[in-house]
């Protein structure tokens, strides 16, 4: 059962308006005008299509503030009869499972039988691939023709395993930019050094460490005006086992198709997330011992598949910079592309600057996220400490269409 959390305005009759809005504001993290807002006489939905543990959070936590939540199921009769072209829109992009049939929004997973593959719904089937034939000759021995049979089999299973990756990946970014919905984020950590130490701190990992991720993502996207108070919902996943396949070394275009199709397979098979439906964007984030001198490998996020893999530093003291590159994985997974020169790391001007209409230009006080460091000079630039120093920009906004 799915509910929407709404607000009516009405609060406990032991606290007084101004209290309520004081604790609602801190609770939440909601700017004053945004609280006098939801006390301005309408009914306000604070989070669509959760699951029951996830609405009770939220009232609960509303109770706190002397606040009333209440908890509407989405199949309640007594709401309003969406408008024919409602429904003709909601009925496009809904999905039936071809193992129990359940229907349901749009998802990679069935809520009822966890079925993993769902295809939508009473879309025209894809055109056939082509037959591939190859001439054999009449003076080509048996062993050339079953070779030559054994090669075009191959090629033929590649271009559809590469078909049905394209027609998935075309697919899920148009919905994963709609923002009518917070996209579930699943962070899964992995022990990259295989040391206890590590495995102690990964058992130590809460949800509430990965908060300041969801309040960063919640701050920038009211600040472009976004009408969604939570575009990122943060949740920990089971610890994974496996390390991920290493990306290669050249940019040999069939080497990195071949990467892709293994890293696809490997999250597949590595996705340890048991609580609800598996998460929209999974991040496995690889914890490294600090102490150690080795240079962290890249991070990386990739948009076809909505995954990405983080490299970070198992020491709480390092957190709040882990978190800083999370953000910018995340974001890569949405359409956001980096905004930095690959070669000297030094932010593009003026798309990777926070504020590149500042007198003087430098120092600059903060990093656009995807821009990744704060430019100190036209050369020089240091890791933003935490991600209260970053923002995201226009051109970034544009990129994963939280404004046009």
Known sequence: MLYDVVFHGEFS?????????????????????????????????????????????????????????????????????????????????????????????????????????????????????????????????????????????????????????????VMTGRWATDWDEPLWVGIYPINGDRKEHITHYIDSLDEEQFRPIADFFAEEAEAHDLP????????????????????????????????????????????????????????????????????????????????GVVHAYADYRLEPKNQVVIAHEILHTVGARDKYDMATHQPVFPEGYANPDRLPLYPQQAAEIMGSRIPLSKTQSSMPPNLNYTVIGKKTAREIKWIK
């Open 228 to 307: 969604l108070m939570e575009p990122f919902t943060i949740r920990l996943a089971p610890t994974v086992a496996a390390l991920p396949p290493t990306p290669p070394q050249s940019r040999n275009p069939l080497a990195v198709i071949w990467w892709s199709l293994k890293m696809r397979f490997w999250v597949y098979q590595n996705d340890t997330f048991t609580e609800g439906p598996s998460p929209d964007i999974k991040i496995f984030t690889v914890y490294h011992d600090a102490g150690a001198p080795d240079r962290l490998e890249n991070s990386l996020g990739m948009r076809k598949g909505l995954f």
């Open 13 to 169: 009759p032991e606290y007084d308006i101004d209290e309520a809005k004081e604790k609602l504001a801190r609770i939440f993290k909601l700017k004053p005008e945004k609280v006098d807002t939801l006390f301005a006489g309408q009914s306000v939905t604070i989070r669509k299509n959760v699951d029951e543990t996830t609405a009770k959070k939220y009232q609960k936590a509303a109770a706190g503030c002397g606040v009333i939540f209440e908890l509407v199921p989405r199949d309640d009769p007594a709401e309003t009869a969406p408008s024919s072209a409602a429904v003709a829109a909601r009925d496009a992009t809904m999905v039936i499972c071809p193992n129990c049939h359940f229907s349901q929004s749009r998802s990679t997973t069935c809520l009822q039988c966890g079925e993993f593959l769902i295809k939508p719904a009473e879309k025209p089937r894809p055109a056939p691939i082509a037959k591939v034939t190859v001439p054999v000759s009449t003076a080509e021995s048996a062993v050339g023709s079953s070779k030559n049979l054994w090669k075009t089999a191959r090629i033929g299973l590649l271009l559809l395993v590469l078909f049905i990756v394209g027609m998935n990946t």
